[in-house]
């Protein structure tokens, strides 16, 4: 059985920082991605940040570059998400998902909500402004 867990959301003050964590179990299999979605009050999850099984390859939604670092432990079963300089506009659920995929598949087409995959039951990320 997959199960994600995620941790280290928080409140925080803007300009701060960040790491969220999530644990992987029960991944049989070396071709999956990882990844970091977020809802915010309203509106539609989206994709953060994606990384593939063996860590080489990464991908940010435009908004979060520069500002926002993916990365796994050496035993791919913790994915970590570095938010650095956190704005208002980065409060939300966070989310990790799982996708035996490539990491573009699983951010850019087949993303979250739609019954594919694994996935966490989130942390909460509120920034204070």
């Known amino acids: 059985q997959v199960q994600l867990v995620e941790s280290g959301g928080g409140l925080v003050q803007a300009g701060e920082s960040l790491t969220l964590s999530c644990t992987a179990s029960g991944l049989s299999v070396d071709d999956y991605a990882l990844g970091w979605f977020r809802q915010a009050p309203g509106k539609e999850h989206d994709a953060v940040s994606c990384?593939?099984?063996?860590?080489?390859?990464?991908w940010y939604e435009d908004s979060v570059k520069g500002w926002f670092t993916i990365s796994q432990d050496n035993a791919k079963t913790t994915v970590y998400l570095q938010m650095n300089d956190l704005k208002a506009k980065d409060t939300a659920m966070y989310y990790c998902?799982?996708?035996?995929?490539?990491?573009?598949?699983?951010?850019?087409?087949?993303?979250?909500?739609?019954?594919?995959?694994?996935w966490g039951q989130g942390t909460q990320v509120t920034v204070s402004s």
């Open positions: 990384i593939d099984w063996n860590g080489r390859r990464t």
């Open positions: 998902g799982a996708l035996e995929a490539d990491l573009m598949t699983l951010c850019t087409v087949v993303g979250m909500g739609r019954g594919l995959g694994y």
